[in-house]
């Protein structure tokens, strides 16, 4: 009996310890916080209840430095859909998960999140359906839907504020897809609530969508989010005064057609030309990557800066595929020219941690643009059963 229980102690043991390893890997889990007094100024979800955020406190020299990041799913475009959505953690903070885990750009841990470890890190829960940018005042009965992500935005700052956040020394607003989007929308407001001084720079992981047609030729993305304005009655403005980096994915032109990819770089070249801009443009075939640790920063996640400067025409400058050949050690070779199949010197590559990092703090500038999919042998490409995975509904 004593050695069965011994054993019974022993498997407890490492059990628990392979669970610790396991969240250390998958990120650690933070509570959610509940925004009480945003109910009383109407700042509320679809479905009446609270806004909510889950808040990492920063430590050691992060203590006075914040990253707000926005949660991603889409819009709700007419009545239909946001009755749907109500009933779902994209529009009530009653089905939202009392923890959730912290990974990739909000990992705690310096060796999955170099530069941002330590900050105070927030998640703000997204249940409005516009992006946090609309304002009804009016409240059908019929439906009880609200439309108020402007006023949650303003209530969920107001709340982080007072917590520290007035302090701040370092600040980074960011987001995923519908949040990536929230990120350019309320970029320069962000900057507005900070103290002078403070660096304040914005971050839109996979949230620069443009009006194209599908590959059936039907272009429903400027109705789509027209229906998305009528229906919240959305507010805002915006000129992106302030520094902002895009991390964005071509691989769109699988569902958009051939063109999607030249039209895509198009719309990103005449958002201009800062030196203060930054850039990781992968071609990688997944949506989000700053959330995920594999993506985010790990020996094997995806790469940008892979310009070689051949040895026998150090002038030029050719964009082709990594070859890894060890842990953070990379050449690139060059096969479509056999009078350039030699090995040439490989200028830095970053994976995206790095990128946003060096970017944030002015260490060095980050404009890349890949070669188109699925030229990239570093990307992480997600495989989809469901045919149709990037719905905007």
Not at 294 to 302: G, I, Q, R, Y
């Amino acid at each position: 009996m004593a050695n069965r229980s011994l054993l019974l102690y022993v498997w407890w043991c490492c059990a628990l310890a392979c669970a610790l390893l396991l969240v250390s890997a998958d990120g650690f889990l933070v509570d959610i916080t509940y925004v009480e007094s945003a109910v009383a100024k109407g700042a509320v979800c679809l479905d009446g209840s609270a806004p909510a955020y889950h808040l990492a406190r920063g430590f050691g020299s992060g203590v006075n430095s914040w990253l707000v990041h926005f949660e991603g799913g889409g819009w709700c475009n007419n009545v239909t859909t946001c009755r749907q959505r109500k009933r779902t953690r994209l529009g009530s903070s009653k089905e939202m998960a009392k923890q959730i885990a912290f990974s990739g750009i909000l990992s705690d841990t310096p060796d999955y999140n170099p530069d941002f470890y330590n900050w105070n890190k927030v998640k703000v829960r997204y249940c409005d359906g516009s992006s946090f940018t609309g304002d009804v005042e009016e409240v059908d009965p019929t439906t009880n839907l609200h439309y108020r992500g402007e006023r949650i935005w303003q209530a969920v700052m107001e709340d982080l504020l007072a917590k520290g956040m007035d302090k701040a020394e370092n600040a980074l607003i960011s987001g995923c897809s519908a949040g990536g989007l929230t990120s350019i929308l309320h970029c320069d407001r962000f900057h507005d609530l900070l103290p002078l001084g403070a660096r304040v720079k914005c971050l839109s992981d996979a949230g620069f969508f443009i009006n194209e047609k599908d590959v059936a030729g039907v272009g429903y993305i400027a109705a789509f989010f027209n229906d998305v304005v009528t229906t919240h009655v959305c507010t805002f403005t915006y000129h992106l005064y302030w520094p902002s980096m895009s991390m964005l994915n071509q691989p769109y032109c699988l569902m958009f057609g051939a063109g999607f990819r030249d039209d895509f770089l198009k719309a990103v070249a005449e958002q201009g030309n800062s030196t203060s801009r930054g850039l990781f443009i992968n071609s990688c075939y997944v949506h989000c990557q700053s959330e995920t640790q594999e993506t985010w920063f790990s020996s094997d996640s995806p790469m940008l800066g892979n310009t070689v400067i051949h040895p026998k025409t150090p002038e030029a400058y050719i964009i082709c595929p990594l070859t890894i050949e060890s842990d953070r050690v990379f050449t690139a070779r060059v096969a479509s020219d056999d009078a350039l199949s030699d090995t040439g010197f490989l200028s830095p590559v970053q994976t995206i941690a790095d990128a946003v990092g060096d970017w944030f703090f002015d260490r060095t500038p980050f404009q890349k643009i890949d070669c188109p999919y699925p030229c990239d042998s570093t990307c992480r490409n997600r495989i989809y059963d469901d045919p149709s995975p990037l719905s905007l509904a």
